[in-house]
């Protein structure tokens, strides 16, 4: 057998990543709150409800479980809703928590990255229009001070947005996230506020803490054109590209915000990334089609071929890895890795998807491209979101009635990564034999 390790860098950072709604539990106050209760909106209506129950205090089980896995950093997002939940308000015990949980982080030797916006936004936010609203900015940026006041002592990686890219696309496009439009005008508004927002954040957080390390993670998606031959194939994949996974990055590098049918200057934007974060999971082909106007023509669907995810959530296309970090190299700063993963419960295609995205990882760092870090989507399974609790992302599985957690075999796996700070032919050989002879070949 053949005897290797695809070596990482020393200083690596290897974690799992989580949001405060999706693990919290009992968020009232937020949007996503709001959307569960209406008919419809979720899969089998289905709520977040105590979700991991960490606001109940099993927040710290579960960083114990990260750290006895040999994890050094911890990714976790705040929940505006929370700490500030009336524009006029703060919440001090809300801020004590946070405080609470990344000590706790550090004093388990993970360093935190902190998430400030993942996804739900307060009430009274929504109240006012939203992202929508150009005064948002503003909003998030008083919000942000408040939190890095409190919490810069034990952290100093902030990610300012999660996802921006998708959570305007399925709030304002797609219409399954809160507020369900389907509104160009409305998504290219939430984009451009968005930017705005995370240039005052940007700044503000540099201001406070000049050492800060400040960035944001974008949903990377890999993109192919269905049909080789066929130009408009060629076309529509450019097109989506550019919107969903260039826009929000490039106008961090160079202050033009990228809409459709637009451009706009958000000067203060020019320069305020400190590093990439890529949430890749899969790739889609890209097909034209003129029945398809909402979409902007395109039609996306999966290799026929290619290896499903549980749901068919996800294909298992470990090469777009690479890709997207190809990508993120244009921008010129560190480039994370702040999601990868993919929902199966029974824990049969994890294995393997783990050790066929991280070899991709690998072959950037050995082409020295400077990425950092990975983290894996997520530490113990949590509310997916509209998709209710169908998906199972975690490395350990929850019970959401009783609250156990119940290992699977990838916690093992990982771990191993984590403490080798490697992925060796030992692991593949054990943990995802199916792929042994791609990975190592003789
Ligand atoms: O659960 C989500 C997360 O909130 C954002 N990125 C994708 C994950 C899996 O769907």
């Given at each position: 057998m053949a005897q290797a390790t695809f070596h990482f860098p020393r200083g690596f950072l290897w974690g799992t990543a989580t949001a405060a709604h999706q693990v919290e539990?009992?968020?009232?106050?937020?949007n996503w709150y709001a959307w569960e209760q209406?008919?419809?909106?979720?899969l089998n209506g289905e709520?977040?409800?105590?979700?991991?129950d960490w606001w109940g205090g099993r927040w710290r089980e579960d960083f114990q479980r990260a750290a006895d896995g040999g994890q050094n950093t911890h990714r976790l997002s705040v929940e505006w809703s929370r700490i500030q939940?009336?524009?006029?308000?703060?919440d001090e015990t809300a801020l004590d928590r946070y405080l609470e949980m990344v000590r706790a982080l550090t004093e388990m030797g993970m360093m935190p990255m902190v998430t400030l916006h993942h996804f739900s936004d307060p009430l009274w936010l929504m109240e006012k229009?939203?992202?929508?609203?150009?005064?948002v900015a503003g909003y998030f940026e008083t919000f942000v001070r408040r939190v890095v006041e409190t919490l810069k002592d034990y952290v100093?990686?902030?990610?300012?947005?999660?996802e921006p890219n998708v959570y305007a696309t399925m709030g304002?496009?797609?219409?399954?996230?809160?507020?369900?439009k389907k509104d160009v005008a409305a998504y290219s508004r939430v984009t451009y506020n968005m930017v705005r927002g995370h240039a005052a954040a940007y700044r503000a957080i540099h201001a406070l803490q000049p050492q800060a390390r400040v960035g944001t993670a974008i949903n990377y998606r890999s993109m192919v054109p269905?049909?080789?031959?066929f130009p408009p194939d060629h076309w529509v994949t450019r097109v989506q590209s550019a919107l969903y996974n260039d826009a929000f990055a490039r106008a961090l590098q160079d202050g033009w915000v990228r809409l459709p049918l637009a451009r706009k200057r958000v000067?203060?934007?020019?320069?305020?990334?400190d590093f990439i974060g890529v949430n890749y999971y899969t790739r889609d082909l890209v097909s034209f089609n003129l029945l398809k106007a909402g979409d902007l023509f395109s039609r996306r669907t999966y290799r026929s071929e290619a290896e499903l995810s549980t749901t068919g959530?996800?294909?298992?296309?470990?090469?777009g890895m690479f890709e997207a970090i190809k990508w993120a190299r244009q921008f010129n700063v560190p480039i994370i890795i702040t999601e990868n993963g993919v929902e199966d419960p029974e824990d049969r295609l994890r294995p393997r998807y783990l050790a066929q995205h991280l070899q991709q990882v690998w072959r950037a760092v050995n082409f020295n491209w400077p990425v950092k870090g990975y983290y894996h989507w997520s530490l113990v399974d949590n509310f997916e979101w509209?998709?209710?609790?169908?998906q199972r992302f975690g490395l350990w599985e929850l019970?959401?009635?009783?609250q156990a957690r119940v290992k699977r075999a990838s916690v093992d796996f990982f771990a191993d990564v984590c403490r080798e700070n490697g992925l060796s032919a030992d692991m593949v050989a054990r943990?995802?034999?199916?792929v042994f002879a791609q990975l190592f070949p003789n």
């Amino acid at each position: 057998m053949a005897q290797a390790t695809f070596h990482f860098p020393r200083g690596f950072l290897w974690g799992t990543a989580t949001a405060a709604h999706q693990v919290e539990g009992g968020n009232t106050n937020n949007n996503w709150y709001a959307w569960e209760q209406e008919p419809g909106r979720i899969l089998n209506g289905e709520k977040s409800g105590l979700a991991c129950d960490w606001w109940g205090g099993r927040w710290r089980e579960d960083f114990q479980r990260a750290a006895d896995g040999g994890q050094n950093t911890h990714r976790l997002s705040v929940e505006w809703s929370r700490i500030q939940p009336t524009p006029d308000r703060w919440d001090e015990t809300a801020l004590d928590r946070y405080l609470e949980m990344v000590r706790a982080l550090t004093e388990m030797g993970m360093m935190p990255m902190v998430t400030l916006h993942h996804f739900s936004d307060p009430l009274w936010l929504m109240e006012k229009g939203g992202w929508e609203n150009p005064a948002v900015a503003g909003y998030f940026e008083t919000f942000v001070r408040r939190v890095v006041e409190t919490l810069k002592d034990y952290v100093s990686m902030w990610c300012t947005i999660n996802e921006p890219n998708v959570y305007a696309t399925m709030g304002y496009v797609m219409g399954v996230f809160p507020p369900g439009k389907k509104d160009v005008a409305a998504y290219s508004r939430v984009t451009y506020n968005m930017v705005r927002g995370h240039a005052a954040a940007y700044r503000a957080i540099h201001a406070l803490q000049p050492q800060a390390r400040v960035g944001t993670a974008i949903n990377y998606r890999s993109m192919v054109p269905a049909k080789g031959w066929f130009p408009p194939d060629h076309w529509v994949t450019r097109v989506q590209s550019a919107l969903y996974n260039d826009a929000f990055a490039r106008a961090l590098q160079d202050g033009w915000v990228r809409l459709p049918l637009a451009r706009k200057r958000v000067a203060e934007a020019k320069g305020t990334h400190d590093f990439i974060g890529v949430n890749y999971y899969t790739r889609d082909l890209v097909s034209f089609n003129l029945l398809k106007a909402g979409d902007l023509f395109s039609r996306r669907t999966y290799r026929s071929e290619a290896e499903l995810s549980t749901t068919g959530f996800i294909a298992n296309e470990p090469e777009g890895m690479f890709e997207a970090i190809k990508w993120a190299r244009q921008f010129n700063v560190p480039i994370i890795i702040t999601e990868n993963g993919v929902e199966d419960p029974e824990d049969r295609l994890r294995p393997r998807y783990l050790a066929q995205h991280l070899q991709q990882v690998w072959r950037a760092v050995n082409f020295n491209w400077p990425v950092k870090g990975y983290y894996h989507w997520s530490l113990v399974d949590n509310f997916e979101w509209e998709r209710g609790w169908s998906q199972r992302f975690g490395l350990w599985e929850l019970n959401v009635e009783t609250q156990a957690r119940v290992k699977r075999a990838s916690v093992d796996f990982f771990a191993d990564v984590c403490r080798e700070n490697g992925l060796s032919a030992d692991m593949v050989a054990r943990y995802a034999p199916e792929v042994f002879a791609q990975l190592f070949p003789n």
